[in-house]
Structure formats: C-alpha cells, structure tokens
C-alpha cells in the first residue's frame, strides 16, 4: 500500500536537553518524514530549541500550546493539526528518547503490509526495557494484563506510546470525544480502534528508560488509568447483558409470527 505523507508526533515538557538530538536522529532515520513538536509551554525552553532547529529546516514544525494539559490533549492537538495539512500516516513518539527512531522503519514497514494502527511493544517476544526498575516492569505488565482481559483487547502492550496509525484510523477514532488526559490516551485510542474494525499488530520493540530530565508518569496518571479502564470494562459488560436479556425477552420469531 502507499504510505503517502509521513508526520511524526512529539508531545514535550520541560525536555530542552533531549529534544534537539531526538529530532536529529528522526531527520536521519525518516528523512522524508516531517515532525510536529507539541509543546504544552514548556518554562525550560524546549520551545525555543525546536524554533530554532525549525528555521533551518522545513520539516520540523513546532505547535505551541499555552498550558500543560496531559498527553492525551497534546496527542489530539497533534493530529488534529496533521489532519487539516492533508498527512496520511501518524506517528507517535515520546520526546525523552525511549522510543528509538532507529525503530521506526520496522514500524512503517508493518504498516505497509495492510493493517492500520502499528504498536511498537515491550511485552510480545522480542520487546524488551531497558534500565528500569523492577518494581515498575511489574507495574507495567500487571496494568497492560488487566487492561487485555477486562477490556477484551488482543494487544499485549496497550500502554505503550510507540505506535503508527493510519490516517483513516486516526479518522476513526473519534478524537473529538476521548477524554483520556494522560497516558490512559493509549489504552482508549487502541481500544476503540479495535472497536471500529482496524486492524492492529505490536512489534516488538526495545524501551529505553530516559537518561536526562524526570519522567512524566505518576500517581495521579496511574490512578486515571487504572479508573477509566475499570469503567470501560464494566459499561462494556453491562451492554452486553442487557443486550443478552433484551434478546431474551423478545418471543420467538415463529410465535410472533403464528399471534399474526
């Protein structure tokens, strides 16, 4: 299949040291790509640094947003701006250097093969992290487990941002009503993907934990997630069984058609 206009997503905060040599990288790896820097006002200069590298070269954009919003928001704004330019494949792509570039090819080149949405994963074989703690490996597959059973989703790494989306895809998603603010914004667009008949692969990917800067996750992005996801799970079974009783209280076809 064509790929068409490649756009790759960058979400920042407070991330002036990483950003310039992860857009080098990019450039390097997907010359033909353009990138987007979504910048929640970043107070370190993460703006300036990419305005800078911007003016020298044409494919790197940057949109400036005027609070810090969460991940969710910013990735919306992203493909929102993507959308009215006319791109045709999205990437997503965290800003502190834990999803290689060098990674991308294998991502676009499973896109080419016929799906729609590309997860690059830590958990199928193959995947793997690097330098994190083992208390947050276990956070980490405990949460995407009980994300995959209670939601019913096929995908083993549900939380992970690495990922590459059609157009079409990202077109059905309905980003208009995804409420998701932070990292939970992964889980809710893999879910309803899935629920709009996408076809969606993982491949496997290596996860590097950030050598500059402080991670973004924390308890209150955790507490989101973990809520949001039981609430899925459970609207989701509650359709389904008033469905199961609706079907249950219909009489049956052959005896409403002998009372006429």
């Known amino acids: 299949m064509t790929r068409g206009r490649v756009l790759v997503l960058v979400p920042t905060y407070q991330e002036c040291d990483t950003i310039g040599p992860l857009l080098a990288r990019v450039r390097t790896v ?58 045709d494949v999205f990437v997503q792509m965290d800003a502190d250097g834990s999803h ?20 690059g994963s830590r958990w199928v074989p193959g995947g793997s992290v ?23 989703v096929p ?23 995804v409420a998701s603010a932070g990292y939970c914004f992964q889980v809710d667009t893999v879910r309803r993907a899935l629920k709009a008949g996408c076809r969606v692969v993982e491949v496997p990917i290596r996860f590097v934990e950030r050598e500059h800067g402080e991670s973004k996750m924390s308890r209150d992005v955790v507490r989101e997630a973990a809520w949001r996801v039981t609430v899925w799970g459970a609207a989701a079974r509650l359709a ?16 409403a058609q002998r009372q006429e």
């Open 30 to 87: 997907v010359p033909d790509a353009d990138v987007l820097v979504v910048d929640d006002a970043s107070p370190d200069g993460t703006g300036a640094v990419v305005d800078v590298l911007a003016a020298s070269d044409p494919r790197v954009h940057l949109l400036r947003r005027p609070a810090k919003d969460g991940l969710g928001v910013a990735y919306v704004a992203g493909y929102t701006w993507g959308l009215t330019r006319g791109y």
């Open 100 to 119: 290689a570039p060098e990674q991308l090819p294998a991502l676009l080149a499973a896109l080419d093969a016929g799906v729609d949405l590309v997860v």
């Open 130 to 152: 690097a330098n994190w703690p083992r208390r947050r490996e276990m956070l980490s597959r405990a949460g995407n487990a009980y994300t995959r059973l209670w939601l019913r």
């Open 155 to 177: 995908v083993r790494d549900a939380t992970g941002g690495y990922r590459v989306l059609r157009r079409g895809t990202v077109e059905r998603l309905d980003l208009g009503q």
């Open 240 to 255: 389904t069984a008033r469905d199961v009783l609706s079907k249950a209280a219909r009489p049956p076809r052959d005896a």
